[in-house]
C-alpha cells in the first residue's frame, strides 16, 4: 500500500498508479499546541510504501509518525522514499560543536523503516548514514522529456560536482554537449564571478541543470553570466524546485524561459513526474 505524506500526495498517487498499488488516504491534525499527529486510518495490508518529501521539520515529524502508525496498522515491512531529503546539505560539521545533522535524521529516520529509497540527495554519501538498507535513484533522465525541440544545445551544470547529472540530461535528450560553470573569488571584495566556461552558446540553446533551486541566487547569476554571450532560449532543469520565496521571479528577472522541475517537491514547475524511476527499484 502507498501511504502519502502531506508534501508528497501527488507524486504517491502516481506511484500507485505506476505500481498498480492501492493508495491509503492519511489524516493530517495538529493540536492547539502546535503538535502534529499523522494517521492511516484505512490501511490494509503487511507492505507499506510511505512518500515523503521532507521540506520542513514538520513534514520530517510527520514521516515518523506515519512510519509508527503503519507498524499499528500491522505493516510488517515498510519501505520509506524520501523523494526529497531535507537536511541532506548538512552532510558534515561546518565549524566546532555543530551536528551532523544529516546523519542525525537519516538515523531517525531509520528507526522506523526496513529500506530507505532516495531521490538524487545532494551529497550521495548521505546515504552511507541510514541504518536500514538504502537505494539511491536518479531523476536526471525524466528531465529531458519536457525539453521539446532545442537548437544546438548546450548542458551546463553550475559546478564540477553536477556535471554526471547534466550528462544524464544530455544523454537522455539525444544530443548536445556539455559543460559547467567557473567560479573565481575576489579574496579582496568577497565577490563571486561565474563564468559559463569555454563552450560556445551564441545562438544556441542553453539548459542549466542542477539537483535543486532553492532561492535562486546562484542559478540567476549564471544565467546573467550567459546573456553576455549572446545565447539562444535558456531553459532551468532541477530534480528538486524547492523555489521559495522570490525564486522564481528572480530566475525569470535573470532571464530564464522555462523552469523544469519534477515532483520530488510539488510546485507549478513540477512537469515531470519520477514515480516511473521510483517504481522501478520497489
Not at 541566487?217 to 524547492?242: F, K, N, Q, W, Y
Not at 521571479?249 to 523552469?259: E, I, M, Q
Not at 512537469?271 to 527499484?281: E, G, H, K, R, Y
Request: charged fraction near 25%; glycine fraction near 8%; proline fraction near 5%.
Amino acid at each position: 500500500m502507498i501511504v502519502p505524506g502531506s508534501s508528497a500526495q501527488s507524486l504517491a498517487a502516481r506511484l500507485a498508479a505506476e505500481t498498480g498499488r492501492q493508495l491509503a488516504t492519511p489524516t493530517f491534525d495538529r493540536f492547539p499546541d502546535g503538535e502534529t499527529c499523522a494517521a492511516v486510518p484505512d490501511f490494509a495490508g503487511d507492505t507499506a510504501v510511505i512518500v515523503a518529501a521532507t521540506t520542513s521539520n514538520d513534514a520530517l515529524v510527520q514521516l515518523i509518525q506515519l512510519q509508527d502508525a503503519v507498524r499499528e496498522a500491522g505493516a510488517t515491512d515498510v519501505t520509506t522514499v524520501l523523494s526529497y531529503m531535507g537536511y541532506a546539505r548538512q552532510d558534515r560539521a561546518f565549524t566546532e560543536g555543530q551536528p551532523v545533522s544529516a546523519r542525525a535524521v537519516a538515523r531517525a529516520v531509520s528507526t522506523g523503516t526496513d529500506r530507505v529509497v532516495l531521490v538524487d540527495p545532494h551529497e550521495p554519501t548521505v546515504a552511507e548514514f541510514y541504518d536500514a538498507a538504502t537505494t539511491t535513484v536518479s531523476a536526471g533522465r525524466r528531465l529531458a522529456e519536457p525539453l521539446g525541440e532545442l537548437t544546438e544545445p548546450v548542458f551546463l551544470a553550475p559546478d564540477e560536482g553536477a556535471v554526471s547529472l547534466a550528462e544524464r540530461v544530455r544523454d537522455a535528450y539525444g544530443r548536445g554537449t556539455t559543460d559547467y560553470f567557473r567560479k573565481e573569488r575576489d579574496y579582496d571584495t568577497g565577490d563571486v564571478q561565474v563564468d559559463p566556461g569555454d563552450t560556445s552558446v551564441t545562438g544556441r540553446d542553453v539548459v542549466v541543470v542542477d539537483d535543486i533551486v532553492a532561492t535562486g541566487s546562484t542559478m540567476s547569476e549564471a544565467v546573467a553570466a550567459l546573456r553576455d554571450r549572446d545565447p539562444g532560449r535558456i531553459v532551468t532543469c532541477c530534480v528538486h524546485p524547492m523555489l521559495v520565496g522570490n525564486a522564481r521571479t528572480k530566475l525569470a528577472a535573470a532571464g530564464v524561459d522555462r523552469v523544469i522541475g519534477t515532483d520530488t517537491v510539488e510546485c507549478a514547475s513540477s512537469t515531470v513526474s519520477v514515480a516511473p524511476v521510483i517504481a522501478d527499484v520497489l
